[in-house]
């Protein structure tokens, strides 16, 4: 019996790769006179315990295949390997510490893939073998996407995958991918507050439509280096096989952007910005009425069920008059990329919002 469960506990300990010695993530940043760049809103994480636990908390990685985004001097990207990643592809921007992954890319036993460029525009389809494929309305595949991702990309970056979700389209082609990705502690918050929280927002509704949505916990900002001005939350999504509001993210955005614009007045009042000021009050009060809507609630205690009913309505409504898809308060193109959000999530002053859709 004891020979079994040594036997077991081999094959256990053998499923790790064990790295040869190297440097330190720390060491390597003095070798190389690494700094973190302002600019590209860098903060080096470089607690081995820390790097561990934001893989751990993701779900078991061993034998999967991993995307880790903005691995930097490769904190996380070690951490990744030792916990049995089957493989992994780290994607930086930065030339500046190809040499650091470099050196890991060595030790992995060809288990590392290095790719130099913006995961804003990266394709992640060519990444993962077709083989790792899983039906939608099955289990999520064996991929992983892990970041450390700099502030003042991450929640553009995260509505841009959200749309890539509702089109299934990018990593998401392979099915419901997981991420486990770092945000502004209050960026996390408000992705996972739920109706009637002060923090609700559209980003709110926009990651709870598409995704189920965890904050799994919290690093204190002393931990970076350097030592940013907020402390930091761990998100996990998994993407929903159905989405609360099954309709377009475009018409999706388009409503919620809206009904947001004014978060602390009537909910009618931003569905308002939906409609030229001829038809507003009528198409508003139709709006309200087939939707099963209280007109007076604030966008904030808005449940999903409620928004999904006030965008079908809108649907409905544009269906029968076409042009008013087109309608835009501001007179400009929208953005339904999702790069107008502030880097901390939070709310675009009314006169901001653009609230058509794209030409």
Same mark, same amino acid.
């Given at each position: 019996?004891?020979?079994?469960?040594?036997?077991?506990?081999? !094959?256990?300990?053998?499923?790790?790769?064990?790295?040869?010695?190297?440097?330190?993530?720390?060491?390597l940043?003095?070798?190389y006179?690494? !700094?973190?760049?302002?600019?590209?809103?860098?903060?080096?994480?470089?607690d081995?315990?820390?790097?561990?636990?934001?893989?751990?908390?993701?779900?078991?990685?061993?034998d999967?295949?991993?995307?880790?985004?903005?691995?930097?001097?490769?904190g996380?990207?070690r951490s990744?390997?030792?916990?049995?990643?089957a493989?992994l592809?780290?994607?930086?921007k930065?030339?500046?510490f190809?040499?650091?992954?470099?050196?890991?890319?060595?030790?992995?036993?060809?288990k590392?893939d290095?790719e130099?460029?913006?995961?804003?525009t990266?394709?992640?389809?060519?990444?993962f073998?077709?083989d790792?494929?899983?039906?939608?309305?099955?289990?999520p595949?064996?991929?992983?996407l892990?970041?450390?991702?700099?502030?003042?990309?991450?929640?553009?970056?995260?509505i841009?995958w959200?749309?890539?979700?509702?089109?299934?389209?990018?990593?998401?082609?392979?099915?419901?991918v997981?991420?486990?990705?770092?945000?502004?502690?209050?960026?996390?918050?408000?992705?996972?507050?739920?109706?009637?929280?002060?923090?609700?927002?559209r980003?709110?509704?926009?990651?709870q439509?598409?995704?189920?949505?965890?904050?799994?916990?919290t690093?204190?900002?002393?931990?970076f280096?350097?030592?940013?001005d907020?402390?930091?939350?761990i998100?996990?999504?998994?993407?929903?096989?159905?989405?609360?509001?099954p309709?377009?993210?475009?018409?999706?955005e388009?409503?919620? !952007?809206?009904?947001?614009?004014?978060?602390?007045?009537?909910?009618?009042?931003?569905?308002?910005?939906?409609?030229?000021?001829?038809?507003?009050? =009528?198409?508003?009060?139709?709006?309200?009425?087939?939707?099963?809507?209280?007109?007076?609630?604030r966008p904030?205690?808005?449940?999903?069920?409620?928004?999904n009913?006030?965008?079908?309505?809108?649907?409905?409504?544009? =269906?029968?008059?076409?042009?008013?898809?087109?309608?835009?308060t501001?007179n400009?193109?929208?953005?339904?990329e999702?790069?107008d959000?502030?880097?901390?999530?939070?709310?675009?002053?009314?006169?901001?919002?653009?609230?058509g859709?794209?030409?």
């Amino acid at each position: 019996m004891a020979g079994r469960a040594g036997l077991v506990a081999r !094959r256990a300990t053998a499923a790790f790769l064990r790295l040869p010695p190297l440097p330190s993530t720390s060491d390597l940043v003095k070798l190389y006179n690494l !700094r973190a760049t302002k600019q590209l809103g860098q903060n080096f994480l470089m607690d081995h315990k820390l790097t561990s636990k934001i893989v751990r908390s993701g779900g078991r990685v061993r034998d999967c295949h991993v995307c880790e985004v903005g691995p930097g001097p490769g904190g996380i990207t070690r951490s990744i390997l030792e916990q049995g990643a089957a493989h992994l592809t780290v994607l930086e921007k930065d030339p500046r510490f190809i040499p650091t992954l470099e050196l890991l890319k060595d030790a992995s036993n060809g288990k590392l893939d290095i790719e130099l460029g913006d995961v804003l525009t990266f394709n992640m389809e060519k990444i993962f073998s077709p083989d790792l494929v899983q039906p939608w309305e099955g289990r999520p595949p064996k991929i992983h996407l892990i970041g450390n991702l700099p502030f003042n990309v991450a929640t553009p970056l995260i509505i841009r995958w959200l749309r890539d979700i509702s089109l299934k389209r990018n990593a998401w082609v392979n099915g419901r991918v997981r991420m486990t990705l770092t945000f502004q502690l209050e960026v996390v918050q408000r992705m996972v507050a739920p109706p009637g929280h002060h923090q609700r927002c559209r980003l709110s509704v926009m990651c709870q439509n598409w995704c189920q949505v965890t904050h799994k916990f919290t690093i204190p900002g002393r931990a970076f280096v350097p030592k940013p001005d907020v402390d930091v939350g761990i998100a996990h999504f998994i993407p929903r096989v159905e989405p609360h509001i099954p309709l377009e993210f475009s018409l999706v955005e388009k409503v919620v !952007r809206c009904i947001f614009s004014f978060r602390q007045k009537y909910c009618k009042r931003g569905a308002g910005m939906l409609f030229p000021e001829s038809l507003r009050d =009528e198409l508003v009060d139709q709006m309200f009425t087939v939707a099963e809507v209280n007109p007076t609630l604030r966008p904030f205690q808005l449940s999903m069920s409620e928004f999904n009913r006030l965008c079908h309505t809108y649907a409905a409504i544009i =269906e029968k008059r076409p042009t008013l898809a087109r309608f835009n308060t501001h007179n400009r193109r929208a953005v339904v990329e999702g790069v107008d959000y502030d880097s901390d999530g939070s709310e675009v002053e009314a006169d901001n919002y653009i609230v058509g859709p794209a030409a």
